[in-house]
T-cell receptor
């Protein structure tokens, strides 16, 4: 099992460009998450999906959109990238569809994004 | 406003010593408190977790101490090893509202 995979590993964008970060899990998990990690801030939840077909906002959703394409895949889209979105982005998944934040989350290796 | 405050930001401990990382929170509705460990270039991984009806939980060399009245919880790493060198994050969940917050992280360096 690969667990949670993310593509790309690194990306450099110019301000205003758009891009989609891809995430896939092969653990048959119901819930998936997107976080950003910034120095001194820990990880902050951007969006989550408790089941296929549902998505909800987290702590810092502005400037992002998500799609739960199917049970395996959860993508994060930046429509018009800004320097403030320079960060490391982590995707995670967990088994439960209920009480999702009391379940173990399994994280991918991250995508390092720089917006110039 | 950070929901979970973590300290210290960095910590240096000698091999064999005890590492202690502290977290504090304000919202008494938090009902699940995990700790995650992150190595450089990797995603975080769950280390140990506790619920507020328990004051202590131990798994091997790792112990969470939970003080509900003080609204604090801490991670103790006994007999710290160089392989424990990583960044540690506490977190707290408001499960009824589907809210989840990480602390700012503590970078632990265990000297051989």
């Amino acid at each position: 099992n690969a667990g949670v995979t993310q593509t790309p590993k690194f990306q450099v964008l110019k301000t205003g460009q758009s891009m989609t970060l891809q995430c896939a899990q092969d653990m048959n998990h119901n819930s998936m998450y997107w976080y950003r990690q910034d120095p001194g801030m820990g990880l902050r939840l951007i969006y989550y999906s408790a089941s296929e077909g549902t998505t909800d906002k987290g702590e810092v959703p502005n400037g992002y959109n998500v799609s739960r394409l199917n049970k395996r895949e959860f993508s994060l889209r930046l429509e018009s990238a800004a320097p403030s979105q320079t960060s490391v982005y982590f995707c995670a998944s967990s088994h439960s569809a209920q009480g999702i934040f009391t379940d173990t989350q399994y994280f991918g290796p991250g995508t390092r994004l720089t917006v110039l | 406003q950070q929901q979970v405050k973590q300290s210290p930001q960095s910590l240096i401990v000698q091999k064999g010593g005890i590492s202690i990382i502290n977290c504090a929170y304000e919202n008494t509705a938090f009902d699940y408190f995990p700790w995650y460990q992150q190595f450089p270039g990797k995603g975080p991984a769950l280390l140990i977790a506790i619920r507020p009806d328990v004051s202590e939980k131990k798994e091997g060399r790792f112990t969470i101490s939970f003080n509900k009245s003080a609204k604090q919880f801490s991670l103790h790493i006994m007999d710290s090893q160089p392989g424990d060198s990583a960044t540690y994050f506490c977190a707290a969940s408001l499960s009824h509202f589907n809210k989840f917050y990480f602390g700012s992280g503590t970078k632990l360096n265990v000297k051989p």
